[in-house]
């Protein structure tokens, strides 16, 4: 295999994608206050989320065609300039059309950084160690969401919401010299035939679906609109179209042969499962802490830094583990972890004390990075060199996917039992009774991640260690 200086790799993409993950969930706190600043509806705020995440869902499947059209500098670049450009846009920004074409962009440049970091990760290290590389990988994209919020809420505390986008810039900045200097071209080009209609199924399915939830997300009203009901079905409809459409080409836009491997089938399912457990949970337990337990978004944010900065720190640990024990010893006892830790959550009352709750989420964030990166590298390990991209682009554009679908159910099931609650309420105003439905609703949402965990830990018993057969890995040029 060919030398690469992957310190200097690693940092360059690694740094670029903190201050992505980190802006995706940073401007969700600031939510509520720029509905006031720019004179919006919650439901037109909540298009900053649902266009980022649109975006990714639309961006994504493309990205294992695009790795295989251009160079690993070229997409680098491509996605640090609308990185760059949309932080400059949204620091600058002055009314909401500003901002949400700056989230666009930023989305963009995410959209390609993530397929782009996997892929060069598996390039450029060695299989025995890859699971520590993929750990700092996990370290990105847990601990900078983690800490979005809290740092925001200081930054909108002390200063303004502008803020954080002036605070990413130079990180940004200093990510894409830091790439232009170490990075190299580590893929091949092999331009395949780019198919149009591909492009095109891929868009309306991706996108339809993941826009179709994140709507419904917004309410239980919601779930039954034209709107939603409409893109899922539509979505779902040119999913099936394109699925076919990819298994009888000669040169398919997203390589569904990665889908025959069964340890990846178990990674990707590992994943997808961690992450509707992590965003149910994710979102539920900070509307809890405020609504619930009255506690300040400062104060909210706070409570869920510990747990995740755990998560991020135990990631590149846990790749080192994988790298030595293979994956059954960590994922089965993880997941273990994290339905104990759901059940406690699914009893949670605005008696526990913060500390308890602390511990709780500490717990479900050591379980989970158990969990994601062995099960993700022990996958992807089994595909061919040249499946990379595809498997990459697979597992991406589905995580994306599996979180809007997350999110929304989680909100329904939070929301719809509010409303039960409050329905047979004889003081349905009443502050008391307010918190309580909210208790109600959020155990219902732990209850919800506690099933997914268990589907998973039935799926996990099936997981074995890959033995990647190194005569049949091809050298990059």
């Not at 401007?27 to 206050?33: E, Q, R």
């Not at 760059?84 to 901002?99: C, Q, S, V, W, Y």
């Not at 499946?387 to 909100?411: F, R």
Request: aromatic share 10%; charged share 10%; net charge positive.
């Amino acid at each position: 295999m060919k030398q690469y200086n992957t310190r200097a790799i690693m940092a360059s993409l690694l740094i670029c994608g903190f201050v992505g993950m980190f802006s995706e969930t940073a401007l969700n706190i600031a939510i509520s206050n720029l509905m006031d600043v720019f004179q919006i509806s919650a439901a037109t705020a909540q298009w900053l989320t649902t266009g980022f995440l649109l975006t990714l869902g639309i961006l994504m499947p493309l990205t294992g065609l695009l790795l295989q059209w251009f160079t690993t500098r070229q997409l680098f670049i491509g996605s640090l300039t609308s990185s760059i450009i949309g932080t400059l846009i949204a620091a600058l920004a002055f009314n909401f059309e500003m901002l949400m074409i700056a989230r666009v962009l930023q989305a963009a440049g995410m959209g390609l950084l993530l397929p782009l970091m996997f892929n060069t990760i598996l390039v450029v290290y060695p299989p025995e160690k890859r699971g520590a590389a993929m750990g700092f990988v996990g370290l990105v994209i847990m601990f900078a969401p983690a800490t979005g919020p809290t740092i925001a809420g200081i930054l909108i505390e002390y200063l303004n919401w502008h803020y954080i986008f002036w605070i990413s810039l130079p990180f940004l900045i200093l990510g894409l010299l830091v790439g232009l200097k170490y990075l190299e071209n580590v893929t091949d080009i092999t331009k395949p035939r780019i198919d149009l209609l591909s492009v095109v199924l891929s868009t309306i399915g991706f996108g339809g679906v993941v826009f179709g939830f994140s709507k419904a997300g917004e309410g239980v009203e919601s779930i039954t609109s034209t709107v939603v009901v409409t893109s899922i079905v539509v979505g779902v409809v040119a999913l099936v179209l394109f699925a076919l459409r990819q298994i009888f080409m000669r040169e398919p836009m997203m390589d569904l042969r990665v889908l025959k491997y069964p340890m990846y089938n178990v990674g990707l399912l590992m994943v997808l499962s961690c992450m509707m457990i992590i965003l149910s949970s994710m979102i539920i337990l900070p509307m809890f802490l405020q609504n619930g337990m009255r506690l300040s978004a400062f104060a909210a944010g706070l409570m869920l830094l510990p747990g995740s900065a755990l998560n991020g720190m135990l990631s590149p640990r846990m790749g080192r583990l994988f790298d030595k024990y293979g994956p059954k010893w960590l994922v089965i006892p993880g997941l273990v972890m994290v339905a104990v830790m759901l059940w406690f959550f699914s009893h949670i009352s605005i008696e526990s004390s913060v500390a308890f709750i602390v511990l709780l989420h500490i717990g479900l964030m050591i379980g989970i990075s158990m969990v994601w990166m062995p099960a993700q590298t022990n996958g992807l390990n089994q595909l061919p060199p040249e499946l990379y991209p595809h498997g990459t682009a697979v597992m991406n554009t589905l995580q994306q996917v599996a979180g809007a679908i997350g999110t929304a159910v989680a909100i329904i099931i939070l929301t719809s039992g509010m409303e039960n609650y409050l329905h047979n309420s004889p003081a349905p105003s009443k502050q008391t009774e307010m918190a309580n439905a909210m208790t109600l609703g959020s155990q219902n949402v732990f209850l919800f991640a506690m099933i997914v965990t268990l589907i998973g830990l039935a799926i996990a018993f099936f997981i074995r260690r890959v033995v990647v057969n190194h005569s049949s890995m091809n050298s990059p040029h």
